[in-house]
């Protein structure tokens, strides 16, 4: 399940993100995912339930959107 890694390094990099420009809780985040790679979206979604617990994150939804191809990132962060 390599979701969960990936979901480790999506919050990891949200939580850096959001450190350098202030914000103190993130709210929603989403990510882009290309439909071309064996990414399932509700194991994201799992892993982002277990990870985001005791972080900034721990408030926040998670939406995706398909895309064509072979794209995965992170689209945006919302906070305050």
Known sequence: MHEVSLMYEII????NTAKE???NKVTSI?????DQLS???????FAFECLKKGTILKDSIIKWEISPGHEFYLAYIEGE
């Open 12 to 15: 990891q990099t949200v939580q």
């Open 21 to 23: 420009h202030d914000i």
């Open 30 to 34: 989403e990510l882009t995912i290309g």
């Open 39 to 45: 990414i399932l979206p509700e194991a994201l979604f």
